[in-house]
């Protein structure tokens, strides 16, 4: 996050995650409010955009054969399908 004199905070969505079939699950400890905004809802696609309470950022495009996600931090792999935002190894 970068932020300049007149109070106004950049984020980049650095890392992106690209899922193909099956579910999957993104677990976000510790996290008391999250504001989502929805860019594009369709039968074929949706666009969100989730900000959590601790600054994690979550982009979501969904459609019927393949999610991407991207984040302006690392997320983890967790188990077959799960992932956590939060580093197990900590």
Known sequence: MNENENKISYFTLDYEYQHT???RDLAT???DKVNVITIRQTSELIQQI???SNGFILYIEQSAGKIIWRTNRPIY???DGKFSIEDPEQ
């Open 77 to 79: 792999q967790i188990g």
């Open 50 to 52: 989730s900000i959590y």
């Open 21 to 23: 079939g099956g579910k």
């Open 29 to 31: 400890p510790n996290i």
